[in-house]
Structures are given as structure tokens and as C-alpha cells.
């Protein structure tokens, strides 16, 4: 008996080793995740702890028709713009590539709600309604309100104020529209003509279907400085002056973060500016 007690005893000890040493062995193999992590972490976004919707990729949701914001080349399929280079700039400094989702501008915040993209650049204009729902970068560039007319033209508004019983176009759920909504409540009899396209404005506006357009004074650089164009401003807002930002998803502290150091690079070395004589050059 004490010969068979001998012998289990025997076998539960050399079982328990066995067991001992198969958890021992188990680090051997995890050992080679931070050495993963380490490689990885060559990656600045992932040093942040940045994530984003598509490895290696910031999706950036834009309507890629906003010049000179974003538009596409002369392929037809490249964006190119003010919003392209900054965009592209601050993620090839993240170690990301860019890949763009062309949105229509009504449904672009909705998007982003939903995770189409991971930001927006797209002359977002940061609003305290909008800073309710989502988070924005520093200010990249100022925006004010304007009213374009063709030269020499019959009408003789040169203000909003002055613009009732005109056919005044404006591009759907911007500043824009908001501005002129306001004013048709204040009691000027302003006809809106609501379009989905800033390009659609100023077609309308050659054409003689609309009398004046009330849009962004950025957005009017590429009209007003053609040569031998159509168009004039002829009246700027007065007041404290829009803001643009990079729009990410509330509490994506990690992405917001690394974008706005992106922007503070770009202003600090000077590219932001370059950015701006370049599509901006008057």
C-alpha cells in the first residue's frame, strides 16, 4: 500500500511540474507581441494610440466641389485644393495615407455619424451648434459672408438688405442659407433659390436665372480672379468673421489631437501659408 501511495504521490508531483512549466512556457510566446507593438509603433498615429476606420488610411469625408477648397483635376479624378494639400500633409506626417469619400453636403455630417470617414475637411465652418455634436481642430482660415452680382449688370443692390424682390442663390445647409433664412424672417422679401452645389450658383447667375448669390468670400476667388470675369463682390460682411476646422466625432480625442498638431506644424513652418498663395494668390 505505502508502495502504490509512493507511486501516485510520484505521478501528481511530476504532473504538477509539467503543469507549472507549460504555464511558464506560455510568456515565451507572448513575448513576441511587444516586439509587434514595437514595429508598429514606428507609426506616429499609432503611438497616440490612434485609430482610424481603415489601417494605415485617414478616410476624409469632403464634397469634392468646393474650389478652391476641393475639386477634381483635370483627370477628373483626383481632388485637388486648399483642403487636399492640408489634409494630405498632416497625414503623410501621421504615417497615414489619405483616401477620400465624396459626399454630398447635406448628408456629409450624417457620414461621418455613421463612420464612412474618420474627419471632414470640407470648408467646415465651426459653429456652436455644430460644437454640440461634434469636435474641430483649430481654425485653419477666416470666411465672411458676401453677395456676388455680375458686372455691370442692371441690378443695383449692393447689400442683402437691399436684395428684396431679387432671386438671390445660395448653396443648401451652409452659413449661406442660414443667413439668408435669417434675413427672409426679418421681413426682406428676398426670392431664395436654393441650390445643392455652389457651382450650380454662379452657373445660374451667368445665365441670368438668378439675380446675386450670397456665398462664402473664399469660395469667390476662383470667379472674381479669372481674367475678364463675369462677376463682382459687391458687398462683405462687416462682422466677426467665420472659422474653418477639421470636424472629427465627438470624443475622438486621439484623431483630433494628432490633426490640430498637424495644423499648429503647418502654421509654424510656414506650409500653411504656402498653401494659401498658392490658391489664394490675390
Given amino acids: 500500500m505505502k508502495k502504490v501511495l509512493l507511486l501516485v504521490v510520484s505521478l501528481l508531483m511530476i504532473l504538477s511540474v509539467a503543469g507549472c512549466t507549460s504555464k511558464e512556457e506560455t510568456p515565451a510566446a507572448t513575448t513576441e507581441t511587444p516586439a509587434t507593438t514595437e514595429a508598429s509603433a ?3 498615429a499609432e503611438e497616440t494610440g490612434l485609430q482610424t476606420i481603415k489601417d494605415g488610411v485617414l478616410m476624409v ?6 474650389p478652391p477648397f476641393e475639386m477634381y483635376a483635370e483627370d477628373g479624378i483626383t481632388p ?3 483642403d487636399c494639400d492640408i489634409i494630405e500633409a498632416i497625414a503623410a506626417d501621421m504615417g497615414l495615407e489619405v483616401e477620400y469619400v465624396d459626399t454630398a453636403w447635406d448628408g456629409i455630417f450624417a457620414g461621418l455619424d455613421t463612420n464612412k470617414y474618420d474627419t471632414i475637411i470640407s470648408g467646415v465652418t465651426i459653429t456652436a451648434e455644430r460644437e454640440e455634436k461634434y469636435d474641430f481642430t483649430q481654425s485653419y482660415i477666416q470666411n ?3 453677395m456676388v452680382e455680375m458686372k455691370d449688370g442692371e441690378i443695383t443692390a449692393k447689400s442683402p438688405e437691399e436684395a428684396g424682390g431679387l432671386r438671390v442663390a445660395y448653396q443648401a445647409e451652409t452659413t449661406s442659407d442660414i443667413y439668408v433664412t435669417e434675413l427672409v424672417e426679418s421681413g426682406i422679401d428676398i426670392d431664395a433659390y436654393e441650390y445643392e452645389k455652389i457651382l450650380e450658383c454662379f452657373a445660374e447667375l451667368e445665365a441670368g436665372r438668378v439675380d446675386a448669390i450670397v456665398c462664402d468670400s473664399t469660395v469667390t476667388f476662383p470667379y472674381i480672379n479669372k481674367e475678364n470675369s463675369p462677376f463682382e463682390v459687391v458687398w462683405t460682411q462687416d462682422e466677426a468673421p467665420e472659422e474653418f476646422g477639421i470636424m472629427v466625432k465627438s470624443g475622438n480625442t486621439a484623431l483630433l ?7 499648429t506644424k503647418l502654421k509654424s513652418e510656414g506650409t500653411l501659408d504656402s498653401f494659401m498663395m498658392k490658391w489664394f494668390s490675390e
Fill in 42 to 44: 514606428e507609426t506616429p
Fill in 80 to 82: 485637388v485644393g486648399l
Fill in 144 to 146: 465672411y459672408q458676401c
Fill in 61 to 66: 469625408g469632403m464634397q469634392v466641389d468646393y
Fill in 257 to 263: 489631437t494628432a490633426l490640430d498638431d498637424g495644423l
